[in-house]
């Protein structure tokens, strides 16, 4: 089962991530997982069946782990591959932008606050991706 994880400080920004993804049917049948911070995420992954078909959306600045720890930690755990990695941010340093766009496990950053049309492009890229590894 496809998971899509969102992980946050911004309770706001979860609130409408969850009403947005709730409203896409494009995303009904994928369990949906939220946590607030990089270290939240990591106390759970241990009990999470990780398979290759998580989307993650995450945030750059976070107190504890950031989003670039994060990534980090997917990569020193060697999962990072069962993730499609979407930046989430609302940071306005163009060099997180620039090493989310060079990084080779972000498939795209996504500047906040987020949208239902956001998402939809978000999902079409993904098919894309998925289309062009088949």
Sequence with gaps: MKQLIF???DLLAIEIFKIIS???EEVKSYKKLFYRSGDHFFESVETLKIEKQNILFL???MPGLDGWQ????L??????DHFKIFILSS???PQDKQKAN???KVCSYIEKPLSKQKVLSTLALLSEIETSNV
């Design 102 to 104: 060079d990084h080779p």
């Design 91 to 93: 940071s306005v340093n």
């Design 59 to 61: 945030d750059l600045n």
């Design 70 to 73: 994060v990534l980090d930690e």
């Design 22 to 24: 709730n409203a896409l």
């Design 75 to 80: 990569e020193n755990r060697g999962i990072v």
């Design 7 to 9: 992980i946050d400080d």
